[in-house]
DNA sequence: CGGCCATCCTGCACGC
DNA sequence: TGCGTGCAGGATGGCC
């Protein structure tokens, strides 16, 4: 379950592996992933140098020396195993040969990761995503006024890309127990003083685990066993039963917008009217 | 518009 | 021990 802190940890290892590396070439061991694969990609990536790696969202973009973007989501179980000395694994779709004879593996048992191909601004997947979290343009005034716009439960709103991007189903969880919000929260009732809260622990919390390499949980490393540390962190994510930091009341788990969702319901306060 | 569901897929945690 | 079942989850698309 990469979310942002994940996908830039990736991003950074990626970014040190692989710019100004020639692709020498490319194997697809199957017709795709999530979508098939585009028409022609492996010949369209070999000869290619790698100029730079950004991120949007949850989304790898892998500039060209052509201008052509490379674009890989890794959906809930995807990874990219650097210098790899194996191609073999079960669940291995993708091999990218580099000129310095290392190779590239993409690994994704439940194959609901995203490579795809593109020239220029816009692609589909992209042209909707709300703004990013860390960026300037994510203020608190932003938040403020989007937030009053919709009626929407909280949670399912801070998953929903196209509001804010980058969340995903940990770090909303975490986000509204550090500002004491209940996910059954109705956006445009949360009062101002939480939503500063709500505004200021999103950005703490991303930056944090970004700083720890992001959250790992067993069975899912991001690079040649580079793992991150930001599980520790975690308070209220995985803590069904177990004491509340704030409160020691029992976290709960529960469903909320078809999500498994903890929660407080002591130090969390539900906003509907 | 928003909520809800199905879909994709595999690994894993259950219960018997 | 071993099998079957059901569930999780990011994003999309369809339905009401």
């Not at 079960?90 to 690994?107: A, E, F, R």
């Not at 500063?196 to 950005?203: F, P």
């Not at 975690?234 to 930091?245: R, S």
């Amino acid at each position: 379950m990469p979310e942002l802190p994940e996908v830039e940890t990736v991003r950074t290892g990626l970014a040190r592996s692989w710019i100004g590396k020639r692709i020498d070439g490319v194997e697809l061991r199957r017709e795709g992933l999530r979508f098939p694969f585009p028409e022609g990609l492996e010949e369209r990536l070999t000869g290619r140098v790698i100029k730079q790696i950004r991120r949007r969202a949850k989304y790898l973009l892998i500039d060209m020396d052509n201008g052509d973007i490379l674009l890989s989501h890794l959906g809930m179980s995807g990874k990219w195993i650097l210098d790899s000395s194996d191609s073999e694994g079960k669940h291995d779709h993708v091999v990218i040969y580099l000129d310095d004879g290392s190779m590239s593996v993409y690994n994704d048992p439940r194959r609901f990761g995203v490579l795809d191909i593109f020239r220029g601004e816009s692609h589909k997947l992209l042209d909707h995503l709300g703004p990013e979290p860390l960026e300037d343009d994510f203020t608190c005034d932003w938040l403020l006024e989007n937030l009053k716009k919709k009626k929407r439960n909280i949670k399912a709103l801070l998953l929903d890309q196209s509001f804010l991007s980058g969340l995903g189903n940990i770090y909303v969880d975490e986000s509204l127990w550090a500002s004491n919000i209940h996910p059954n929260s109705i956006s445009c009732f949360i009062p101002k003083r939480k939503v500063i809260q709500l505004h200021n622990n999103i950005r703490i919390i991303l930056s944090e685990s970004i700083r720890q390499l992001g959250t790992t949980f067993i069975n899912f490393t991001f690079l040649n066993g580079q793992s991150g540390n930001y599980s520790n962190e975690l308070k209220i994510f995985g803590n069904q039963g177990k004491p509340c930091e704030k409160c020691l009341n029992k976290v709960k788990k529960i469903k909320v917008a078809g999500r498994g969702t903890h929660v407080c319901n002591k130090c969390q306060k539900k906003f509907k009217s």
